[in-house]
């Protein structure tokens, strides 16, 4: 049946309305069918539920982590369609039994272990996942509860209403902090930061950030241009999306220092920064 709208008699408030002059869309809104407007209401709600979401997570003796990272993807994206993808390094410590525990809870469609036989760097454990990642988006985040996965919805939002090709997590913007670290090793990450940005103007607040959302044909566009390994395949991924023109937009996050486990972060990984950073000034 045909939507009638109401018929209502002239009052001072109604009067009020038309004496605003409202366009002509505004006043579409004051008669459209209720039904309709819950349509709009839902339109991000609608497109979310078409896309699915792969999340690479890489580990490295994980085990204490890996269940909590799952449980809390699981808490928190329960109206979005997405797979975790589990691209494990051989780790010793029993992390893939762990996982396949887990896939026996939460099924092996929705948890996909895709191990490799021994340590080969983050930057290639990102191209494995993404050989199986059959979502039209892609997250990259760690296992250490360093990236809660609270904020993946605002990630998603974020890309919902922005249409960008990236969203990227900032520690360096209100609404952003880092929690755990001492001040030497604020001091450090945040001066590794600034000279990035000093030398290399990416465009973004947080360099040096590694939790982020991509569409899956931009990801795969940028990671055929990139040839560092290890941490700084993260700095390079972002000054190269930014040196193609992809749209890349920030959420405040708070990075927190691993629950459990010790950081892999060492003298060896600062000197590949400086490294890096010398070789993107020289090539982008």
Request: proline share 4%.
């Amino acid at each position: 049946m045909q939507y009638q709208p109401h018929k209502y008699k002239e009052t001072k408030t109604n009067r009020s309305i038309a004496e605003l002059n409202l366009p002509e869309t505004a006043v579409e809104i004051v008669h459209r069918p209720p039904q309709t407007i819950r349509m709009n209401e839902h339109h991000h709600q609608n497109q979310n539920q078409k896309n699915k979401y792969s999340i690479i997570v890489p580990t490295y003796n994980e085990r204490l982590n890996i269940s909590l990272i799952l449980y809390l993807i699981f808490k928190h994206l329960q109206d979005v369609d997405f797979e975790v993808i589990v691209v494990d390094d051989g780790s010793p410590d029993g992390t893939q039994d762990v996982v396949k525990q887990l896939q026996k809870v939460y099924g092996e469609d929705r948890i996909l272990l895709r191990a490799r036989p021994r340590k080969m760097g983050l930057g290639t454990a990102y191209v494995h996942g993404m050989k199986h990642a059959s979502g039209n988006f892609v997250v990259i985040m760690d296992a250490d509860l360093s990236h809660h996965p609270k904020y993946l919805p605002g990630f998603i939002r974020k890309q919902l209403e922005t249409g960008a090709d990236i969203v990227t997590g900032t520690r360096y913007v209100k609404g952003g902090g880092v929690h755990g670290w001492n001040l030497m090793r604020k001091l450090t990450s945040r001066g590794a930061n600034v000279l990035a940005q000093t030398l290399l103007w990416p465009g973004v607040s947080d360099l040096t950030g590694s939790f982020r959302l991509y569409r899956k044909p931009a990801l795969e566009d940028i990671i055929s241009c990139c040839v560092s390994k290890g941490y700084v395949f993260q700095m390079e991924m972002i000054v190269r999306a930014s040196r193609k023109g992809y749209q890349i937009e920030e959420v405040p996050i708070t990075f927190v220092d691993r629950v459990y486990g010790s950081s892999k972060l060492g003298g060896s990984e600062i000197v590949e920064y400086l490294k890096g950073l010398v070789y993107l000034l020289m090539t982008t």
